[in-house]
């Protein structure tokens, strides 16, 4: 099956409901590259009149996981995946709507090759990067992923 934006959002509202309420939607997932927005609303801010730092790592792990699960179906393997590790940086208010692009595509190809190839786990580290609509950076997460292809 293939992995599309409108697949994903579906899944999301019946799998990932808090992503979906709180306005999470894959926008782009081609060619390496998974753009996810969120905006700013009364069900993801926080007291300080902004986007909850938990509502911007929804969506920062949706850009870099989409991007693995499409990475995964383009390769015909069963491959487990799994966050290991997060880390997060914040910059300025997240206002408005924020776009967190990854662009992990080909380091996430290397790393479903290289576990077909020696049957061994690998991981990845992938970064996504909030911008508001002034493309100012507002946060930027890092993602470690372990992938492995199943026997």
């Known amino acids: 099956m293939k992995i599309t934006p409108n697949r994903i959002n579906s899944f999301m509202l019946f799998k990932l409901p808090l992503g979906w309420l709180s306005g999470l939607r894959v926008k782009t997932l081609k060619d390496g ?6 905006k700013h609303q009364w069900i993801n801010q926080n007291p300080f009149k902004s986007m909850f730092w938990a509502a911007q790592g929804m969506a920062a792990e949706m850009s870099t996981g989409a991007l693995v699960m499409y990475a995964i179906s383009q390769s015909n393997q069963k491959v487990s995946m799994l966050v290991t590790k997060q880390e997060a940086e914040f910059y300025k208010k997240a206002t408005g709507k924020i776009m967190f692009t990854c662009k992990g595509g ?8 290289k576990s077909i190839e020696t049957k061994e786990g690998q991981v990845i580290t992938l970064i996504s990067r909030g911008k508001n609509e002034e493309a100012d950076v507002v946060s930027k997460f890092s993602f470690e992923w372990s992938l492995k292809v199943k026997n």
């Open 33 to 38: 590259v998974c753009t996810v927005q969120i």
């Open 106 to 113: 080909h380091t996430i190809k290397q790393a479903i090759e």
